[in-house]
Nanobody
Framework: QVQVVESGGGLVQAGGFLRLSCTASGLTFDDYAMGWFRQAPGKEREGVSCISRSGGTTLYDELVLGRFTISRDNAKNTLYLQMNSLKPEDTAMYYC??????????????????????WGQGILVTVSS
């Protein structure tokens, strides 16, 4: 049984930082590209960042480029999102997701949520002004 579990969310002041972690079990972690998504109240879910199987390719939404950094530790089956210079508009539920990448290029790193098979339950990040 595949489980994807996020941690590290919480309340932070604008300008502050948080690091989200996501641990996946029940799958071969390095067969999967991984992604972070978020959904703010009243808005659609959006892709924040993704990382390829080996970690060699990363993509970011333009709203977080330069402030967020995605990384992964395949030995620990763990994905990270370092979020710096947080803004109130970053407030959202953040979701970790896994996309099977075994049959794709090593650079495969989708930001479209329909490419992802497994999802965590989400974790709340609140940035106060």
């Amino acid at each position: 049984q595949v489980q994807v579990v996020e941690s590290g969310g919480g309340l932070v002041q604008a300008g502050g930082f948080l690091r989200l972690s996501c641990t996946a079990s029940g799958l071969t972690f390095d067969d999967y590209a991984m992604g972070w998504f978020r959904q703010a109240p009243g808005k659609e879910r959006e892709g924040v960042s993704c990382i390829s199987r080996s970690g060699g390719t990363t993509l970011y939404d333009e709203l977080v480029l330069g402030r967020f950094t995605i990384s992964r530790d395949n030995a620990k089956n763990t994905l990270y999102l370092q979020m710096n210079s947080l803004k109130p508009e970053d407030t959202a539920m953040y979701y970790c997701a896994a996309a099977l990448a075994q049959y794709y290029s090593h650079h495969y790193c989708p930001l479209a949520d329909d490419q992802y098979e497994y999802w965590g339950q989400g974790i709340l990040v609140t940035v106060s002004s």
